[in-house]
């Protein structure tokens, strides 16, 4: 019989998979090219040339060394290979003005075993963990893993962004750790400097009045996929507790190859016990060590991009055609997804209706904020045109005006 803990994630995900399942049987009976899914991440564009380039070249420098591949395919520290956190450590510092060395870095299993191995050096039972809605569900199961408590603070409606007097309301004496994505899966927003700015003062003040720290945590599996000029940013230099967890799943379109990194910098309170809690954590929650040929292939690579602009031209013919058919959409900033207001107060109604029509698409209740939908438009160019149609059918359902 499955634990208590497994039991609830199990009720948690079936609908989820429910979709996944519907998807792949609407395919079987429609033929794929009618079926319009928007509902997962995965990335559509290869992962740059350079890095299959970077494994093959790996894999014949270490046949051609004394021992063969032993030391490529070896144990290292928990904490990866020295070489790679360096690389990964000046290119940082080379981008964004940091002053990292190879020992602030941790190769992690993605984002997702980044945020646990995070999460698990720095919680305790009972610990709360904010996070602004809406945002990724997995956050509900990580934290659940260490037995803290998601709290979830409303966004602004207008922008997406947090609404600030929540978040502050929502801070307590059990706040632990602040939880950042940005750009934003399943909005596409990217926060505003100003807002990040304010968030520090909100968190220096409570720190203040509570005596202790709280960690800003910044998941940025998405932080070079910006548009219309946007920059690159990160998140350190707002606020001195920051730890960042980083994944290449969607900047390199790796996301079965399961590779990221952790950075903690040295100012942040406690740093080194934190370093070394997170080293510990990756070898005892049974990652030992993020996958080396991939480690040695993203440090070659670091400053390699997958085809944003291809992303770029997804997310203008999506927002514009459905704006255009009469959706409310928030015009995305960054990462590869689109919110769309649901034309009914049900989004779930909403959702099954679009089925009807191919298309498959997420309920906001997944993000914990109802009464929208996410599209994830990471799909081909003809994904894209071809649903056009089925979208227009979908539009004149709930009587929306085209232009
Ligand atoms: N965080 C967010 C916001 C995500 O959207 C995802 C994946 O979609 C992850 C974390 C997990 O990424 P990874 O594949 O690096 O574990």
Known sequence: MVSKRIEKALEGNSAI???FEEGKEMAREFGAEHVYDFSLGNPATPAPAALNNAIRALLDESDAKEGGSLALHGYMSNSGHEDVRAAVAENLNRRFGTSFDFHNIIMTV?????LN???KTILNPGDEVIVFAPFFGEYCQYAANFDARIVAVRPDEETFEPDLADFAAKLSE???VVLVNTPNNPTGVIYKPQTMERIARILEEKQREIG??????SDEPYRELVYDGSREDFLTKYYKNTIVGYSFSKSLSLPGERIGYVAVPGEAADA???IRGIEISNRTLGFVNAPSLIQKAVARCLDERTDVGFYDGNRRLLYEGLTRLGFDCVKPEGAFYLWVKSPVSDEGAFVDEAKKYHILMVKGSAFAWPGYVRLAYCVSRE???HSMEAFAKLAAVYGLKAD
């Open 17 to 19: 998979r429910a979709m």
């Open 110 to 114: 993605g984002a997702a075993g980044g």
């Open 117 to 119: 191995v995070i999460f």
């Open 174 to 176: 059990r706040t632990k």
């Open 212 to 217: 202790r720290e709280i960690y800003l945590v």
């Open 272 to 274: 080194e016990n934190l």
């Open 383 to 385: 994904t894209i045109n």
